[in-house]
């Protein structure tokens, strides 16, 4: 078992910044893909970024490329998301995740274990 916990989300005007951290525990030995994903009101849960084990092989979503930047600290088993030049179609709930295979995925049906996530808000 993994557990994730996420943190870092909150209200930011459009054009802001935030940074999101999802600190995984447990069953951490593996080395596993961790991911971020993103669920609006209303919407299904899209993908945003994923990121391998080495930190070579990284994943975004068209809709963040050039603004949102994914990494990790696997001494702390931490993965982070720095988002930048937010916008209002960015508010939704962030949740971090985690994908035993040692290949990057962008499918949410590849992911084992997920956090609670944690809510973004871009005011216009």
């Known amino acids: 078992q993994v557990q994730l916990v996420e943190s870092g989300g909150g209200l930011v005007q459009t054009g802001g910044s935030l940074r999101l951290s999802c600190a995984a525990s447990?069953?951490?030995?593996?080395?596993?893909?961790m991911g971020w994903f993103r669920q609006a009101p209303g919407k299904e849960r899209e993908f945003v970024a994923a990121i391998n084990w080495s930190g070579g092989n990284i994943q975004y979503a068209d809709s963040v490329k050039g603004r949102f930047t994914i990494s990790r600290d696997n001494a702390k088993n931490t993965v982070y998301l720095q988002m930048n030049s937010l916008k209002p179609e960015d508010t939704a709930v962030y949740s971090c995740a985690v994908d035993l295979a040692v290949s990057v995925a962008t499918s949410s049906s590849n992911y084992n274990y997920w956090g609670q996530g944690t809510q973004v808000t871009v005011s216009s």
């Open positions: 447990g069953r951490t030995e593996r080395r596993f893909t």
